[in-house]
């Protein structure tokens, strides 16, 4: 089975670059061809002469161990991913038959110097389509660095081929887990949604809705820190498995979001591709859309902050899912 890696392009900036292009690249260590280095460790003098203020070992130690990831550990068949400009947007790529890396100047607008050949699938993927855990994973702070949910990676983008081999199972977890969801009133499913936002940090989290009104079912506050603040407005809707939430739901949800906020989604079935699409809609709020599957991997992390008296109505245990 292809590893799976990401390679950041400077917060999406030369993401094009790397596209167009055909490659990906990094830094740190300029005017100076990469491939000839033959292990990690003749990389720790190349790197203290190019940042002779880096004086951590912490701090050095992480730095060369991205670079040779990027050198050694990348093999030719490879996945690589690179999150666009556009930070919804995730841009794949097959790492190219020659196993070494090469140099290039500077003469397509991209600094990075040192790159890989990548031959890039035609189409974005939207990382909100992809598992909650996943999406925890693509917010590494690291430049370079492997992603380990492999199955889930391959059967997101259409490539089972490289997935394990899956064992016929008669037992579905997300499906177990979905259809105790469905078993709860309206009203209990979106009270369990607004227990949900206050684990996941949402200050005030309050259920404001009634079954059946087609509005806003819950809002709250997110407080970074000080740093910065956001209040969400969120629709739950416990539809039946294998439902398709359509773009003209998620612009009913949009309309009712006020100015300087943002809405949420929040459901136990899927959303169309065009809905999706109308989320994220440019000069428009954003419309974070939680399907049915990432629901149940919210639930699994923070099934230790639901109240008891919903563990106990739906009767699940612990590690039911593997997340």
């Not at 930070?87 to 097959?94: A, M, Q």
């Not at 699938?121 to 702070?141: D, E, G, H, I, Y």
């Not at 739950?236 to 949800?253: P, W």
């Not at 902050?305 to 899912?321: A, M, Q, S, T």
Request: proline share 6%; glycine share 8%; hydrophobic share 40%.
């Amino acid at each position: 089975m292809p590893e799976i890696y990401c390679v950041r392009a400077e917060f999406g900036s030369y993401a094009k670059h790397f596209v167009n292009g055909g490659y990906v690249a990094i830094g740190w260590i300029y005017d100076y061809d990469l491939s000839q280095v033959k292990s990690k460790e003749g990389l720790y003098p190349l790197y203290k002469k190019a940042h002779p203020d880096d004086t951590s070992n912490i701090v050095i130690g992480q730095q060369v161990g991205q670079i040779a990831r990027f050198l050694f550990d990348i093999q030719a068949g490879d996945y690589v991913i690179t999150p666009d400009a556009d930070t919804e947007l995730l841009h794949v790529g097959v790492v190219g038959p020659d196993p070494s890396c090469f140099h290039s100047p500077d003469d397509d607008g991209c600094p990075y110097e040192n790159r890989r050949r990548v031959k890039w699938l035609p189409q974005t993927f939207k990382r909100s389509t992809f598992s909650v855990p996943f999406q925890n994973t693509m917010r590494a702070s690291l430049t370079v660095f492997y992603v380990s949910q492999k199955d889930h990676f391959f059967q997101t983008i259409g490539k089972p081929e490289h997935a394990s081999p899956v064992v016929a199972q008669a037992f579905d977890p997300y499906r177990a887990v979905l259809e105790s969801l469905l078993k709860l009133k309206a009203e209990e499913f979106e009270i369990l949604v607004t227990h949900l936002l206050s684990a996941l940090g949402f200050e005030g989290a309050e259920h404001t809705g009634k079954p059946g009104d087609g509005g806003v079912d819950a809002i709250g506050e997110l407080d970074v820190a000080n740093l910065a603040k956001v209040k969400i407005f969120v629709q739950v809707k416990r539809y039946s498995l294998g439902t398709k939430i359509a773009a003209k739901d998620v612009k009913a949800l949009r309309q009712s979001i006020p100015s300087g906020g943002q809405g949420a989604f929040i459901t136990t079935a899927e959303f169309q591709s065009k809905a999706s699409d109308v989320a994220v809609e440019p000069e428009f709020p954003r419309v974070g859309l939680v399907n049915g599957h990432q629901l149940v991997d919210l639930l699994v992390e923070h099934w230790s902050d639901i109240p008891d008296e919903f563990k106990n109505k739906l009767g699940l245990k612990p590690g039911l899912v593997n997340a």
